[in-house]
């Protein structure tokens, strides 16, 4: 799942695109991961994380963290597919 956060930044540096590609891919672990838990997983460093939260205009990881996850719940409940004309088929009348 793309998370919105990191569409706006376009200059991201590569270990702060891998970062980002490993919270994509693991959201389910986001809650309990520490900084030093991301930087051994995504082969990055702590230093690496601070710099993507700065950028991303945060104070630091755990504010990221919790923006991430406050996006995920939104998300969980957000159905984007909505099929507005359901129950109605094309033949329905006005009064159906």
Not at 61 to 88: A, G, H, M, W
């Amino acid at each position: 799942m793309k998370l919105d956060i990191f569409s706006n930044q376009i200059d991201f540096t590569t270990s702060e695109k891998v970062v980002i590609l490993y919270l994509e891919n693991h959201l389910n672990e986001i809650d309990g991961l520490t900084i030093t838990d991301l930087a051994k997983k995504s082969l990055t460093s702590n230093a690496t994380i601070i710099r993507l939260s700065h950028k991303l205009g945060y104070d630091g990881f755990k504010d990221l963290k919790v923006n991430i996850i406050k996006n995920i719940e939104t998300n969980r409940f957000t159905n984007n597919q909505v099929d507005f004309s359901f129950p109605f088929s094309p033949i329905d009348d006005l009064n159906t």
